[in-house]
């Protein structure tokens, strides 16, 4: 791989996790498809990066010409093959020639493209790509860089994408650079109180934006997030290893999807209930689901007291909760706590349960009476925590 090609991959693979993103796939005859796919969900997104020079013509208008047809023009190309392609598998090879990645169904299927153009010095406007063989969305090195850096959840990501064609479809965008749009974007979410046709600025949205104080405060609201991301992380590299049982390694990986998908918004919330469970020594806690959500979590600090029997008690308490809340159909477990050598510990069970019989419901009660747990539920939504109220993680303190 280039370095920028390399520098994309690594950016996308902090924000979609390893087995989402996936560098340099193989397309026909075992030929590169594009430079990163992402797989998540129904979910496609295709992403071509050029990193080319500008030439030593003297003419202003060659230059740009010359580096838009290999910069840009020969992204989308290749884009357009790779999506075509796409259309006649199943499977996607990826680069070790062994490993094979099952695409969704191709009727679910929702396709970005992103051609990114690296070498311009940001002395060409890049065009945006839209056509009758579907959009194309070109970033610099600048764009790409801040959009997956703020965007850093696949769920945000998309939802940007999406929201950017939906909205160019039928307006026409007059910004020098991407990152004004983004900045639009941000503070708007591209919906006006007047009808809108054309949006036209002179540049530096972006920059005045992260300068202001709105911007301070999403960093500072958003702080609470940032146990959610750790303990992904921190669940993927120490749960999913050589002792893992293809199962395990399965059931894992189906939690792990879901909760990645949470947005930052939520992120933030789930990061808050949490750290109220932790503070207030709950026992157990159930998190309502969000609207239209068919999982939801069930949060169980682990404490000296708990801990011999820790992966069984969490596993009983999820089955209970999916008892207590018929409309969902997955249940995630999240223990969290201290081992004692100030070191962090993170227990997580995924049950999927679509229907639940009679002998379930049964059991399920029986759990609860004779455990005790969740016997009297006080269930809680995700909003009801404040920001105001986190002073950090205290999941080392003994």
């Known amino acids: 791989m280039t370095p920028s090609e390399k520098y994309v991959a690594n950016l996308c693979k902090k924000s979609f996790l390893p087995f989402w993103s996936f560098p340099n796939p193989l397309g026909k005859k075992d030929k590169e498809l594009c430079d990163v796919l992402v797989v998540c969900g129904n979910t496609i997104i295709l992403i071509s990066v050029k990193d080319i020079q500008v030439s030593n013509?003297?003419?202003?208008?060659?230059?740009?010409?010359?580096?838009?047809?290999k910069a840009v023009d020969d992204s989308i190309q290749q884009l357009y093959g790779a999506e075509r392609f796409l259309k006649n598998i199943k499977e996607i090879k990826l680069k070790n020639r062994i490993t094979k990645v099952k695409l969704p169904d191709k009727k679910l299927q929702t396709i970005y493209r992103i051609a990114i153009a690296f070498g311009s010095d940001y002395d060409f406007p890049l065009p945006m790509g839209i056509n009758?063989?579907?959009?194309?969305?070109?970033?610099?090195?600048?764009?790409?860089?801040?959009i997956?850096?703020?965007?850093?959840?696949?769920?945000?990501?998309?939802?940007?994408l999406e929201v950017k064609e939906s909205f160019l479809s039928s307006n026409h965008m007059l910004l020098p650079e991407e990152t004004d749009f983004f900045a639009l974007y941000i503070q708007t979410g591209l919906e006006f109180d007047y009808?809108?046709?054309?949006?036209?600025?002179?540049?530096?949205?972006?920059?005045?934006?992260?300068?202001?104080?709105?911007?301070?405060?999403?960093?500072?609201?958003?702080?609470?997030?940032?146990?959610?991301d750790y303990m992904i992380t921190q669940i993927h590299e120490?749960?999913?290893?050589?002792?893992?049982?293809?199962?395990?390694?399965?059931?894992?990986?189906?939690?792990?999807?879901?909760?990645?998908?949470?947005?930052?918004?939520?992120?933030?919330?789930?990061?808050?209930?949490?750290?109220?469970a932790i503070k207030k020594k709950s026992i157990g806690r159930m998190l309502l689901p969000q609207p239209g959500a068919k999982h939801?979590?069930?949060?169980?600090?682990?404490?000296?007291?708990?801990?011999?029997?820790?992966?069984?008690?969490?596993?009983l308490r999820c089955i209970v909760a999916r008892y207590l809340n018929p409309s969902v159909e997955t249940?995630?477990?999240?223990?969290?706590?201290?081992?004692?050598?100030?070191?962090?510990?993170?227990?997580?069970?995924?049950?999927?349960?679509?229907?639940?019989?009679?002998?379930?419901?049964?059991?399920?009660?029986?759990i609860q009476q004779k455990l005790g747990y969740f016997k009297n539920p006080t269930q809680s939504h995700n909003s009801e925590y404040s920001v105001?109220?986190?002073?950090?993680?205290?999941i080392n303190n003994p």
């Not at 934006?209 to 959610?228: H, L, M, N």
Request: aromatic fraction near 12%.
């Open 331 to 366: 249940i995630i477990g999240i223990g969290i706590g201290s081992n004692g050598k100030d070191e962090s510990v993170y227990d997580i069970c995924y049950h999927y349960i679509p229907e639940i019989t009679d002998e379930f419901i049964k059991n399920a009660k029986e």
């Open 388 to 394: 105001e109220n986190f002073n950090g993680f205290g």
């Open 132 to 146: 009758k063989r579907g959009f194309i969305h070109v970033f610099d090195e600048k764009s790409t860089a801040t």
């Open 148 to 160: 997956i850096s703020e965007l850093d959840t696949i769920t945000d990501f998309t939802r940007y």
């Open 296 to 315: 939801m979590y069930v949060f169980m600090p682990l404490t000296q007291k708990n801990w011999e029997g820790k992966e069984k008690e969490l596993e």
């Open 238 to 276: 120490y749960h999913i290893n050589k002792t893992t049982n293809s199962q395990q390694i399965q059931d894992l990986e189906n939690a792990i999807r879901i909760i990645n998908q949470e947005d930052r918004i939520h992120r933030t919330e789930l990061g808050l209930a949490l750290d109220n």
């Open 195 to 228: 009808p809108v046709d054309a949006v036209a600025g002179s540049g530096g949205l972006w920059e005045s934006y992260i300068k202001s104080e709105d911007y301070s405060d999403w960093r500072k609201r958003i702080i609470p997030s940032f146990i959610w």
């Open 57 to 69: 013509h003297k003419d202003k208008s060659v230059q740009n010409t010359r580096w838009i047809k």
